[in-house]
Every structure is written in C-alpha cells, then in structure tokens.
C-alpha cells in the first residue's frame, strides 16, 4: 500500500511562487507515474501535469504550461510541482497522485494523497 502525503501549500499572492511536495511512505516508491491534479469548489477534478519514472517524460495541461514544472526524486521518494506566475484560477485543492502511465486522466492513477490547499488571492 502507498501513501502519499502533499505539503507546501498556503497563501499567495497574484503572481507569487509555491511549491508543492509529495512524499510516498509505507511501500516501495516505484510507480511508473506520478501526477498531480487540482479541484476547485464546485469544479470537477482536473489534470494539472504528470512525470514519469526517468523524470524525462512529463506532461502538463495547457493552463500551466510554462508556469508549473513537475519533478521527482526517486531516491527520496518524493514528487515536486514548483508553481510560478501564479493566478487566482490556479486556487484549488491539490492532489498528487501515483498512477502507470503519464497520461491526463485520473482513472489511470491508483493512489492518491489527501490534498493541499493553494489559495492564490488577487
């Protein structure tokens, strides 16, 4: 069993810097994948960007791209999404999430971590 822990989130300003952590504890950290995903109040939960195991295959919506780079230490067990430039959208509720393939869609992800909150004020 795996489990994922996020922490980094908070408060920022319009246009400020934060960076999310993902630590997997419990089991031996080697899924294929690993993404994060966000939900906003009353929104469905959508794909934010995803790595995989070499680190050299990523992927990113479209909203984030150029302002969001997700990497992972395989060593630490951990998964990171440095996030710049940020903007009020970008306020939502954060999952990381450990999955088999880089790929957008949730179904695809068989883990996933309890949330942190980003809130990005104007």
């Known amino acids: 069993q795996v489990q994922l822990v996020e922490s980094g989130g908070g408060l920022v300003q319009l246009g400020g810097s934060l960076r999310l952590s993902c630590t997997a504890a419990?089991?031996?950290?080697?899924?294929?994948?690993m993404g994060w995903f966000r939900q906003a109040p009353g929104k469905e939960r959508e794909f934010v960007a995803s790595?995989?195991?070499?680190?050299?295959?990523?992927l990113y919506a479209y909203s984030v791209k150029g302002r969001f780079a997700i990497s992972r230490d395989n060593a630490k067990n951990t998964m990171s999404l440095q996030m710049t430039s940020l903007k009020p959208e970008d306020t939502a509720v954060y999952y990381c999430?450990?999955?088999?393939?880089?790929?957008?869609?949730?179904?695809?992800?068989?883990?996933w971590g309890q949330g942190t909150q980003v809130t990005v004020s104007s």
């Open positions: 790595i995989g195991w070499s680190d050299t295959s990523t």
């Open positions: 419990g089991h031996s950290f080697r899924s294929p994948a």
């Open positions: 999430a450990a999955g088999v393939a880089v790929v957008t869609s949730p179904t695809t992800y068989t883990y």
